[in-house]
């Protein structure tokens, strides 16, 4: 019994070794000639996006600690944020939930955003887009 535990065990290092080998030996997509999106520094992101002193407007401001903070125009928010390629992935937004009467409260369905100058376009967890902000620092 003692003998077969032995060999069982040595076949299963074998199969550990070998798909290590193959995993380690699989292409590059960059050498298959894929496309690799050029990956936004975390530097570039960090900062004041939106309009932090005017009332009733969205801002975020991005920390280097990869920390959010900013109001959706109403509420505080509250989260963290990860830099994603040439995108950014915000976590769980936590929110106060007080109403503003003619308040579009779009940033708080945050999920993701894209840069194109000094313009990041935010979208939801669906993938469409909800709305801009403009660097202000």
Known sequence: ???DVNQLWGVLAGVVT????LVGCAAD????????PSPVPASV????????DTEGKP?????VDQSVAGSDGCNRLMGQWRPDGDTVSFGQLA???MFCEGVDTWLSAAA????SGSTMTVRNVAGDEIGTLTRAD
Request: net charge negative.
């Open 18 to 21: 070998a798909g290590v080998l």
């Open 29 to 36: 997509p960059d050498e298959a000639g894929a496309p690799t």
């Open 59 to 63: 801002y975020l401001e991005l920390g």
């Open 112 to 115: 993701t955003a894209t840069l």
């Open 95 to 97: 929110s106060t939930m």
């Open 45 to 52: 992101w960090s900062g004041v996006w939106g309009e932090p």
């Open 1 to 3: 019994m003692r003998g």
